[in-house]
């Protein structure tokens, strides 16, 4: 017998997900119990969240006791909770990154995971950090002078007398939020000069790593984010080199300045 849902609410969805990676159907017994057939990608992993949604309720199965393959679907505190088997949790590992700026001129990473005990040893783009404190044996919060590279990764290796058993995980690779860099400069207003009043011009500047610490070589500048600032430029030329500087890091950028003539009026 192919399992099926004799529904019309069953058809319309079998349907309208009939291109979707995981397909599936479902065959009801009685008012108490129905039966799931589904099929994944030979290279999927992991196993499918399969809710079942009724009027005004909702489960989620995989969270339930259940019978799987004649075998019964434990949760372990040692083990993943799969429909097919168990997988063991991986006892040392990273799970996130967050970095944050430390003026002047450091950082700091909290490292969240598991098995982060000993300290481990810890390498920040190749080079040991200045301090390495461990918070729980799933945080470590690490201190480090702000590297000039667009981008950080976090190395660690755990820690064990017998180096044989030495185990080795990265971060993934994340965007420095200390770099400074410009990828992008727009004329938001040109305001030619008259008889009464000098020239102004304001662009908007997109980049990273702007801080309250960025200064101008010319004009004012106000940051909005970390990722965009506005330059207002007094009596501006038509074209201006505009160099940007971070104060506490010493980076500088430099960024060409062209201003937009308002078209002319017909007679």
Known sequence: MNPRDDSAAGKATSQEFSNATIRGQIERIDSEKIIFSFSMPPD???????TVVAPGRATNINDLQLVINRQPNMTLDSFEPTMFGFTPKQTFRIDGVRLFRDPPNSMIALVNGAGLTG??????????PAKVAVQSDKLLRVEFQTPRDPSIKITIISLSPDITKRKTVESDTLPNPAFLSISDVEVVVYEAATEDEPGTLVVKITGTGFSDRLKASIGQIAVKSATEAILTIPEPKAASVVTLEDEDTRQKVKAVITRKSKPATKP
């Open 44 to 50: 999927y992993t992991g196993t499918p969240t399969i």
């Open 119 to 128: 300290p481990p040893t810890v390498f920040v783009n190749g080079q040991i």
